[in-house]
């Protein structure tokens, strides 16, 4: 079950065939440590630790969810049951804290302080998602677009934080270097979270692996939409109306949402924020006192982030 | 949510009223600690991660299995829904590993280690128990009382021996101590659950909060079952049909497959691997180089373990 979580793997077991995911975390992990010159096997671990978690949290998010599809394949729920998925996560995640807890060197404890506070962060990040969902879409309640950006800080950034700054704290460096380096992995991960939730209503399913305007059918709260909303004109208004009647979108009344998204500047503000992020993350990396060749991989990455398609 | 899982608050955060747990674990972290001299602040940060683990694993335990009852009270994921539930183990969780990552001293990343190894076996433990659920009663692919007690030793013994073992570990105590230490943990965890599963056939429902014949009717794999079905005589035989027909049991059925049990041996055989398992646990301690005043209480709580009737 965990070589299938991984994607390593088929349901029964044979090999799998996928493409697997984009290899944006063990990028950062790889370039995070030469950023600091760590040496190889901090970053391996680092970078591990990082995967285990992510993985972890892919399962258990969509037991949490619901979500019955993940990387083109039925999800792990959906494979082998809601209990043996809890189980399996359980596993990856104690894993990730092993992988450090055994790391070689001096700073093995620090790096398991270091995964705590990712995953503080990455839970409390998912715990604001869920109760979001319950929320009105209009009204003091209302979710607020400042609220959003804050849960996708944690949801999202923490693991893109821990995936640059883990290789760099088990290997020593400096508290500055590990500061920086995390608050750029936070940034990156809101310019990916933003870039994702354009996609998840824009983007195409042949390529996403995920049904078309999936997000704005399940009424879930992202970005752009919340832009939107916030925005005063006509557009904005229909838009509160057709979210806020409470009756579940077919694929006519969701394209119509998508385009009232559009119309009242929710993807526009939403692709700004990418760029915002993006653009704070590599203020983070330019000031200090980090290998050039590794600062430079970064920024084309952020850069990949902000062009991908999937 | 976190406070209703620990037993601090009702559903609607109104504070309990409730009698918590036994305190078993607590107990033993305590006398485990002072078995080696360990300072205060060890032995309490030992303390509170083997409690959040518990209730992590407690709370996943009620996902995978169902249960909807959980010390006389809604389980978790029946109060608040199973997404929920699972973030809050999740989070559980990971504040363990931070309790012991951010302890005082120069033994944290032992700790960590050491719960790390908790967890695996935890975790391989409750991995084994789902699988045995679909297994037969009979045959050459039936779960033999080996097999039941190396699971046991995971998913009982792991965390009592956490508990005796992480504060002397955090405290920096000698490899042999940590070693008996943990020996004893898993020889308590094993007669702990061997008179738990003699409650989960023949307990009073009053006091245990568990329904009467529970687990017979749920068609768990317990010691008393698979130690009966172990034996040669008619009343093996008959509890195998049984059993084995697929037919769930109503309340007659139980209460007669419970009298096969026992007069097949199984009510016996469970209670002499506790007594058996207690007293390897004593010759744990008394070997070592341990505080007799705390050995002395250690004693008295394996044989309050042998004779609890909840």
Known sequence: M????????????????????????????????????????????GAVAVE????????????MDGDERRRHRDSAWKAFGTGPAVLVGDALFALAVETLARAEG???????????GVLRDLLHGQA??????????????????????????????????????????????????????????????AAFQAVDDVLGVWGDPEVTGKPVHGDLRRGKKT????????????????????L???VPLDTGAARHAAGLVE???GRDAAEAAARRHAAAARRCLAGGTFAPEAVGELVALSEFLLDRRL
Chains 1, 2 share one sequence.
């Open 263 to 265: 119309e009242a500047g």
């Open 2 to 45: 965990a070589s299938f979580a991984l994607g390593w793997c088929e349901a029964d077991g044979t090999p799998a065939t996928g493409g697997g995911g984009k290899g944006v975390r063990q990028a950062l992990a790889v370039l995070g440590g030469q950023a600091v010159g760590a040496p190889e096997e901090a970053v391996v671990a």
């Open 244 to 246: 806020g009647s409470g």
């Open 106 to 116: 001096a700073h093995g404890a620090a790096a398991v302080r270091c995964l705590s």
């Open 128 to 189: 604001d998602d869920l109760l979001f969902e319950s929320r009105p879409w209009a009204g003091p309640q209302a979710v607020r677009v400042a609220e959003y950006e804050a849960m996708v800080a944690g949801k999202t950034g923490a693991l893109l934080a821990g995936a640059l700054a883990l290789g760099p704290v088990l290997a020593g460096a400096s508290p500055q270097q590990v500061e920086a380096l995390t608050e750029a992995g936070r940034h990156l991960g």
């Open 223 to 242: 970005l752009p939409v919340l832009a939107a909303l916030a925005g005063a004109g006509p557009a904005a208004r229909s838009l509160e109306a057709l």
């Open 52 to 63: 285990l978690v992510h993985t972890f949290s892919l399962v258990h998010d969509d037991v």
